[in-house]
């Protein structure tokens, strides 16, 4: 699904033509039933004309050009994809990241994050990585094609978005680096390296019917790329498929920032929501890993034997006893998180958490930092139905009315509790309840969306 495709040929004579912003805006609306956001208007009115006027000349005018595709699995949009056939006449796709900002900064609290015009957004490398990595790994049609990622900024130049390009984000820029107005040779040189003659007649229609095709199991690519993880490589791990959208990166930055930053008089509960699909077991064993990339004691809690069995293999046999690092909700021999109230760690992350009994508020005493990964529309096996109406679901609520029940729950960068913040209001439900029973625990519920 698309606002607009065609090739590189029709989408300059629709811009000569003053025609191409208002083609973009009907097919959108068409396409997505919604008007566009604010934001995005502007890109289409001097971000991609900058990008299609730079290419041409540059690419065959039958290269193809598709604006806003939504990725089929997940429903995030790629700004722009530009498909074509590389050296060896293999199918091939560039997809960019496109921005119209005049200034940036470094976000003073998420390290992924830059700032521009008083507002915050994930660093459009990290972007690019996420979607190029989506389609050369989790895209039926593009896993056999050559693949490549930048970011155009088409406001400023290299000087008003140096730190962009500055060497915080280094991982980042080194697969998907940005371009500007005064690095256009760049931006070209680095299309042309991936798409160098026309599209087969047929690409762009089998690129736009592809389909969700996974070819790198979670506890595969864990075991892969298990060192990039711990070391936190970004760039790797989201070149081969394992980038975070925005609202993923967001929280997991606050997650992890959270842990950088405790102090040892502080506990904190962090209560993360999404769908089926929606990265949560991703985004756990990505703060599980960045844990103990920061030195921190951590533990990682499953309810399923054979994750655990899985977890145990993948895992360094010589790393911290390992085992160790690996323990189930709740155990007949007594030796689960859920069965003893004592500190055993400073990071504690549980993934399927609606599958905790919380009886006792056991699991969120165990370490200064709980993060508790939840789904709570999912159905639950016959042992757990029983609880099912007092467990997690009580916490659905909106995030911009966070006091009315029973509403479905709300995905984007708004937190229930502010960052940083105790929870102004008592406890929602039971499961906020045992976390706040007697431990002076600050409670921050976040939800995200794959």
Aim: net charge neutral.
């Amino acid at each position: 699904m698309e606002a607009w495709k065609g090739d590189l040929g029709r989408a300059l004579d629709l811009l000569d033509g003053g025609r191409l912003e208002k083609e973009i805006e009907t097919g959108y609306a068409n396409a997505f039933n919604r008007n566009p956001a604010e934001e995005e208007s502007p890109t289409w009115r001097v971000s991609l004309p900058a990008l299609l006027r730079a290419l041409d000349g540059r690419l065959p005018e039958e290269c193809g050009v598709i604006v806003e595709y939504m990725l089929p699995f997940n429903g995030q949009r790629i700004d722009v994809v530009l498909v074509g056939s590389d050296a060896n006449t293999k199918d091939a796709a560039v997809s960019l990241e496109l921005k119209d900002w005049r200034r940036t900064q470094a976000s003073s609290d998420h390290e992924h994050f830059v700032e521009s015009g008083g507002r915050e957004f994930l660093h459009p490398s990290a972007q690019a990585l996420n979607y190029g990595g989506k389609l050369r790994f989790f895209h039926s049609e593009a896993q056999g094609w050559s693949v490549a990622q930048c970011a155009f900024v088409s406001g400023g130049d290299s000087r008003s978005h140096s730190v962009l390009i500055g060497s915080n984000y280094g991982m980042l820029t080194t697969d998907a680096p940005v371009f500007f107005a005064d690095t256009l040779d760049g931006l070209r040189t680095r299309i042309q390296a991936t798409i160098s003659d026309k599209p087969k007649a047929d690409a762009v229609a089998r690129f736009n019917r592809g389909t969700y095709s996974q070819s790198v199991e979670l506890l595969e690519g864990l075991k892969r790329h298990q060192g990039d993880f711990f070391a936190r490589a970004e760039n790797v791990l989201a070149y081969n498929g394992w980038g975070l959208s925005e609202d993923q990166q967001l929280v997991e930055d606050e997650i992890l920032g959270r842990i950088r930053g405790l102090t040892p008089d502080q506990r904190w509960a962090i209560l993360v929501r999404g769908g089926p699909g929606s990265g949560k077991s991703l985004l756990a064993h990505r703060v599980f890993f960045g844990s103990l990339h920061l030195d921190r004691k951590s533990i990682f809690c499953v309810r399923n034997n054979r994750l655990m069995a899985s977890l145990r293999e993948i895992l360094d046999p010589n790393y911290l006893g390992h085992r160790g690092v690996l323990k189930f909700n709740s155990t007949r021999g007594k030796m689960g998180v859920e069965d003893d109230d004592s500190r055993i760690t400073d990071v504690l992350v549980c993934d399927e958490g609606q599958r905790l009994a919380l009886k006792t508020p056991n699991a969120f005493m165990r370490a200064a930092v709980s993060v508790c990964m939840y789904d709570d529309r999912q159905v639950l096996n016959l042992e757990e139905q029983n609880r099912a109406g007092e467990g997690m679901s009580g916490r659905r609520h909106r995030a911009d009315s966070p006091r009315t029940p029973d509403v479905a729950p709300v995905s984007g960068r708004r937190s229930l509790c502010p960052v940083g913040r105790s929870a102004p209001r008592g406890p929602r439900n039971r499961n906020e309840r045992r976390a706040g029973v007697a431990t002076n625990i600050r409670i921050q519920d976040r939800a995200i969306a794959g």
